[in-house]
């Protein structure tokens, strides 16, 4: 069975844990890279990373989005939305169905 990770600062997400979520608070961008490569190595299909923590995390991110599993999903952090996960997933659309239906 596959499990469920959230990463990001502590404040951001702690909440899931309430929710059944492996959570993995970090504090810099190079924990964020560390925890994110022993997270894809272990039984994790989802992993929820809060997109203040994105752009450091770029290369990581795009090395493994071609991957059967983990899905990386950005979500918002504490400060709010960069608007990254959203233009993320429009993008993710417009290739599946050849138009921006968003």
Not at 35 to 45: P, Q, V
Not at 54 to 79: F, M, N, V
Request: aromatic share 6%; charged share 25%.
């Amino acid at each position: 069975m596959y499990n469920i990770a959230v990463l990001g600062d502590r404040d951001s997400v702690m909440g899931f844990k309430v929710l059944g979520l492996d959570v993995f608070p970090v504090e810099h961008a190079e924990e964020a890279r560390t925890t994110l490569h022993k997270l894809a190595k272990e039984n994790y299909a989802v992993i929820y990373l809060t997109e203040q923590l994105a752009p450091s995390l770029e290369a990581e991110i795009h090395r493994y989005k071609d991957e059967l599993t983990p899905a990386i999903i950005l979500i918002p952090g504490k400060e709010g939305s960069l608007g990254i996960g959203m233009a993320n997933v429009s993008r993710a659309v417009e290739r599946a169905i050849g138009a921006d239906i968003l």
